[in-house]
């Protein structure tokens, strides 16, 4: 699939900033914001990152707002359903998505969308990072990165990875590692990243990269072994463990969470959740509570993640078209 331009995204971005400097109509639209409740679509099935991000926002904002907030998950293809849902919704402010990586860097290049990640929506913030981890199974005789690289040097068709499916961040992370380490490592795509993580306690599969909320207790009661982290730096909840980058330059996964609402919503009204939505998200025990599930709270501007959403979809594009990763 070419890929979509960047342009018109930052564009919409700057014209909407200057409307809301030249009209005070929409000023009044964001006193009185929101007179009515808020749908909050979660493109996935309940508990998972992008649901207890969600949730957390939804929570506080009806306290502050005195308005309800409403999660409504809508899984299906690929998180393509519930995201279509937003990219059609009215632009009035009251349909928002959180979305994350899969919907705007990956899934745009490995197969047809029904909606445009550029054009069709406002970026109002980024909220979360969710750490990504590899770990092994520990009868594997390996306690690092440079360890399992050997390994899989050693012998080039031992060792199998899992993912929860083609395009999966699973196994865009693991891919890249094996590019730029020189490995062969067979890659075995599921329909969910349990069935992985069951099949990587069982030992059917060796290796797997993935979100360190679902694999934390299983590392703790010694059925994984933890090895690195996948993001671009150490994580300031595992400040002892190495990332995989620190031993092969440039193999980094930055999982992020974002709010998004429908093309066209008036710039005041995404300044105001912009604003709130960062002052529930930044408070002491939402942070507390969320770092305790492995989930760090990481909010930003929406120029800012417009710039996040541009350059990662130019870098994994590439990862995408060099591993020849097609959708399921």
Known sequence: ????????????????S?????????????????????????????????????????QRLSEVWGQ??????????????????????????YTWLLGANNIFVFNPHIGKTSFDPFKDFTPITNV??????????????????????????????????????????????????????????QHVPYKGAMGAITDLIGGRIQVFIGAVNSLLPHIREGRLRLLAGAGGKRFAAFPDLPA???????????????????AGVP???????NT?????????????????QGIEVSTSTPEALAVTIRDDYARWGKVIRDAHIKAD
Not at 25 to 33: F, K, T
Not at 250 to 257: C, I, Q, R
Not at 284 to 291: M, S
Request: charged share 15%; proline share 9%.
């Open 1 to 16: 699939m070419s890929e979509r331009p960047i342009q018109p995204f930052r564009r919409k971005i700057l014209a909407a």
């Open 18 to 58: 200057s409307l809301a400097l030249l009209s005070p109509a929409l000023s009044a639209q964001s006193a009185s914001y929101p007179s009515r409740p808020v749908r909050f679509i979660v493109p996935i099935t309940t508990g998972g990152s992008n649901d207890v991000v969600a949730r957390a926002i939804a």
């Open 68 to 93: 309800p907030v409403t999660v409504e998950n809508r899984p299906g293809a690929g998180m393509n359903l519930g995201t279509e849902f937003v990219a059609r919704s009215a632009p009035d402010g």
């Open 128 to 185: 979360a990072l969710v750490p990504f981890v590899l770990v092994v199974n520990p009868s594997l005789p390996v306690r690092n990165v440079a360890e399992l690289i050997g390994y899989a040097k050693r012998n080039p068709a031992a060792l199998n990875y899992g993912s929860s499916g083609n395009g999966s961040p699973q196994q865009l992370a693991t891919e890249q590692l094996k590019f730029a380490a020189g490995i062969q490592i």
């Open 244 to 262: 995989i980058a620190e031993t092969v330059p440039g193999v980094a996964l930055d999982v992020w969470l974002g709010v998004f609402m429908p």
């Open 267 to 273: 710039a005041d009204i995404v300044s105001k959740a």
């Open 276 to 292: 709130d939505i960062a002052r529930v998200l930044n408070q002491p025990e939402v942070k507390a509570n969320l770092a305790g």
